[in-house]
């Protein structure tokens, strides 16, 4: 019998985001995650930890897969003294994205390098940058005890970093004792087509459409930009992208990185729009926007040579949009280049409302941020762990065939990981 590793999941054995994940061994904690449930928002995150959850003892560290609220939403209501860890990038996101919130975590951050081992008490965590719609997003090795589990975090393999997936995919770490994976995509038919084949897509959208283009898509899908500036930039195609203040601020702040489009070059604008430049003073970060005015435009110009553009939108940017004439057409397009889901929400159904109600037609391009059905029993199978602990799926139960030795757990109980594992993943 293996030495005493514990795991609960305090938080998401069975919904997508909110995840929460303990493991205790030799008397030390670490936590996977602090994530912010998906129907829960803004100041309404107050007060949700997980009962389960003891916050009045140590912990070794948080470790933060990566820069998603449902990853990462917690913390404010942790306490000061829990160390975090994650990648650089990843902690630069988080506090760019507190600072609209208004609260920045306290704790204190730790940086890690892929594939660099470190010490966390009594772990041993071994960092590895995945392919996910979040920038630096990394899977995670907790070695303990003789106890190895690989953490998947949120993953897909058809995005612009797949290759990261596949290789370890082919020479995935030996001996994975539990494999704690996410399964968002079970059960559901989302997109899971590539960036590349996106960017065709756009280039043939933007080809094909007299006036403008208007695009909806979340500002820290990084990818998604670097599609978009792609197709804008293709020599049939010769159109400006044009940002709002906050996407302009994620891609200058990444830029150390990776070679992601700025606001300086060719083909990208940035949109100082009353509201956001109000906001930026407002906020204490009327330096940045200073900085863009440069390479800024106002919404008035998009009113012009309509051809020309293709404009990020947002519920937030349509007051000065209206204000400067910019409005959409039957010669305009529109594409929500998101989860379908966000659509039916509120902020949704306001720019499906504004684009419908003027005679906009739509066509909507998007690929999903996560692994396919298929794309996650293959991973499974390759990692091949004594056990599979579910997490991060509503779909589990369903779709449980194909995927090896599966141990499914309900959020806040306890697992004994080294009986699991001694018993080859069945206990009677």
């Known amino acids: 019998m293996r030495e005493s590793v514990t795991l609960t999941i305090h938080r998401a054995a069975n919904e997508i985001g909110g995840n929460c994940i303990e493991i205790v061994a030799n008397r030390e904690r670490i936590l996977l995650d602090a994530g912010r449930p998906l129907d829960v928002s803004g100041d309404a995150a107050c007060g949700i930890i997980p009962r389960t959850l003891n916050t009045a003892l140590p912990m070794a560290g948080v470790l933060l897969s990566h820069a998603h609220q449902d990853h990462y939403g917690l913390l404010s209501e942790l306490p000061d003294s829990w160390p975090v860890y994650c990648g650089k990038a990843s902690e630069l996101l988080v506090r760019l994205t507190s600072k609209v919130f208004g609260k920045a975590p306290a704790q204190q951050f730790r940086n890690w390098k892929s594939n660099l081992p470190f010490g966390v008490g009594a772990f041993r965590i071994t960092p590895f940058l995945t392919d996910h719609s979040a920038f630096d997003a990394y899977m995670l090795l907790i070695e303990v005890n003789r106890c190895r589990l690989l953490y998947s975090g949120d993953f897909r393999t058809h995005g612009r970093k797949s290759g990261l997936v596949l290789q370890m995919m082919a020479s995935p770490p030996p001996s994975v004792d539990a494999l704690i994976m996410e399964g968002t995509n079970l059960g559901s038919d989302k997109p899971c087509c590539s960036e590349d084949e996106l960017e065709e897509r756009f280039i043939d959208l933007f080809k094909g459409t007299a006036g403008r283009v208007f695009v909806a898509w979340s500002a820290q899908n990084v990818d998604r930009t670097v599609t978009l500036f792609k197709a804008c930039a293709n020599y049939a195609v010769r159109r400006t992208l044009v940002v709002d203040l906050y996407t302009a601020e994620v891609m200058e702040m990444l830029a150390d990185f990776g070679r992601l489009p700025r606001p300086s070059w060719d083909h990208i604008k940035v949109v100082v729009t009353k509201a956001f430049a109000r906001m930026y003073e407002k906020t204490g970060r009327g330096d940045f926007l200073k900085r863009m005015i440069p390479h800024g435009i106002s919404a008035r110009a998009l009113a012009e040579t309509p051809s020309k553009w293709v404009v990020m939108t947002r519920k937030s940017l349509l007051w000065d949009f209206e204000h400067c004439g910019v409005v959409p057409n039957p010669a305009d397009v529109w594409s929500w280049s998101m989860w379908s889901g966000y659509l039916k929400e509120a902020d949704g159904l306001v720019l499906k409302d504004w684009f419908e109600s ?57 697992c004994d990981l080294g009986r699991h594992i001694s018993a080859g993943g069945v206990v009677a």
């Open 358 to 414: 003027r005679g906009c037609p739509a066509c909507h391009i998007h690929t999903s941020g996560h692994a396919s059905p298929s794309d996650l029993r293959e991973f499974a199978s390759r990692i091949n762990p004594t056990v599979l602990i579910p997490v991060h799926g509503v779909a589990w139960d369903d779709e449980r065939e194909g995927f090896p030795h599966i141990l499914r757990l309900a959020d806040g109980e306890p």
